[in-house]
């Protein structure tokens, strides 16, 4: 996979960005993760002619972006430190992460003024910053993914996604829902971390990136993540309904290391399944 993929990248005048996605949906390697990101998120252009020049540009731009007053930096050096200890023993790209995510983020809210500074945008760069040793490369990637975040949000609201996707919980895990009221799970709190963070909060790091070579491969990847969601608690159902309150929130917020490849093909069935329903609904009705 790894040599395939480094072929594609290593053409000499144009990637095949088609068959990029083609093979990425099905998880990229790391040591070829990195660059097959800035092409999947259009950091970099397919197009080859004038490459260095274009990178040199976009880094001389991001260098000369001003940063953020004391305050905020302070908030963000606060959950960067946070961020990083709990992944102390990952070997991240960036020679000093904690730096380079703090720089990363205050960029961005230099250059996006209308946006609010939120402990989402850590976890957000943090995956940036353990692939790409480059500050810039780990600015552009994470700007291309809050736009992807920001057009999903747009194109349905949150608050209607997460009312979808508690009701296709309630529905097709009726028994794991029906345990949750009788422990008094608050899951909608869960559910809105999930959807907020992307799960960069709740999954660990090696499955997150997993789950982002199928997000940024396929086209509107997000749109699968309320099918990811439902995956997730279908795969965990038997071991959930086993704890109490205070245990499965400790699992819903801190998920175990699970196959993800297993977990996105179950989410692929389970939208399938739910659109199948839909369509039957409307001839039917």
Not at 224 to 252: M, P
């Given at each position: 996979m790894a040599e395939e993929i480094r072929q594609i990248l290593d053409a000499e005048t144009l990637v095949d960005l088609d068959k990029l996605r083609q093979v990425g949906r099905y998880g990229v390697p790391d040591e070829v993760r990195g660059e097959a990101w800035k092409y999947l998120l259009a950091v970099e252009t397919a197009d080859k002619a004038n490459e260095l020049s274009k990178r040199q540009e976009k880094y001389e731009r991001?260098?000369?972006?001003?940063?953020?007053?004391?305050?905020?930096?302070?908030?963000?050096?606060?959950?960067?430190?946070?961020?990083?200890?709990?992944?102390?023993?990952?070997?991240?790209?960036?020679?000093?992460?904690?730096?380079?995510?703090?720089?990363?983020?205050?960029?961005?809210?230099?250059?996006?003024?209308?946006?609010?500074?939120?402990?989402?945008?850590?976890?957000?760069?943090?995956?940036?910053?353990?692939?790409?040793a480059n500050e810039s490369d780990v600015y552009y990637c994470f700007a291309a993914l809050m736009q992807m975040v920001e057009e999903y949000c747009n194109h349905v609201n949150m608050a209607t996604r997460l009312s979808e996707f508690l009701m296709l919980f309630r529905t097709l895990l009726?028994?794991?829902?029906?345990?949750?009221?009788?422990?008094?799970?608050?899951?909608?709190?869960?559910?809105?971390?999930?959807?907020?963070?992307?799960?960069?909060?709740?999954?660990?790091?090696?499955?997150?990136?997993?789950?982002?070579?199928?997000?940024?491969?396929?086209?509107?990847?997000?749109?699968?993540?309320?099918?990811?969601?439902?995956?997730?608690?279908?795969?965990?159902?038997?071991?959930?309904?086993?704890?109490?309150?205070?245990?499965?929130?400790?699992?819903?917020?801190?998920?175990?290391?699970?196959?993800m490849d297993h977990l996105i093909n179950q989410a692929l069935a389970i939208r399938d399944e739910v659109l199948a329903k839909r369509l039957s609904d409307i001839e039917n009705y």
């Amino acid at each position: 996979m790894a040599e395939e993929i480094r072929q594609i990248l290593d053409a000499e005048t144009l990637v095949d960005l088609d068959k990029l996605r083609q093979v990425g949906r099905y998880g990229v390697p790391d040591e070829v993760r990195g660059e097959a990101w800035k092409y999947l998120l259009a950091v970099e252009t397919a197009d080859k002619a004038n490459e260095l020049s274009k990178r040199q540009e976009k880094y001389e731009r991001y260098q000369g972006t001003e940063r953020q007053s004391t305050d905020i930096l302070k908030r963000i050096r606060g959950e960067v430190s946070r961020y990083i200890r709990a992944r102390s023993k990952m070997p991240f790209q960036s020679k000093d992460p904690n730096k380079a995510i703090e720089n990363v983020v205050s960029a961005y809210l230099t250059q996006y003024r209308g946006s609010e500074y939120s402990p989402v945008m850590v976890y957000l760069s943090g995956p940036f910053a353990y692939l790409l040793a480059n500050e810039s490369d780990v600015y552009y990637c994470f700007a291309a993914l809050m736009q992807m975040v920001e057009e999903y949000c747009n194109h349905v609201n949150m608050a209607t996604r997460l009312s979808e996707f508690l009701m296709l919980f309630r529905t097709l895990l009726p028994e794991l829902h029906n345990h949750f009221e009788e422990e008094e799970v608050d899951f909608k709190e869960c559910a809105n971390s999930w959807f907020s963070y992307v799960l960069a909060k709740e999954l660990p790091l090696e499955c997150l990136l997993r789950l982002w070579d199928s997000y940024f491969s396929i086209p509107n990847g997000l749109n699968l993540h309320i099918y990811i969601c439902l995956a997730i608690l279908t795969t965990l159902k038997d071991n959930l309904e086993e704890l109490e309150q205070s245990e499965i929130h400790g699992v819903l917020l801190r998920l175990p290391s699970m196959d993800m490849d297993h977990l996105i093909n179950q989410a692929l069935a389970i939208r399938d399944e739910v659109l199948a329903k839909r369509l039957s609904d409307i001839e039917n009705y």
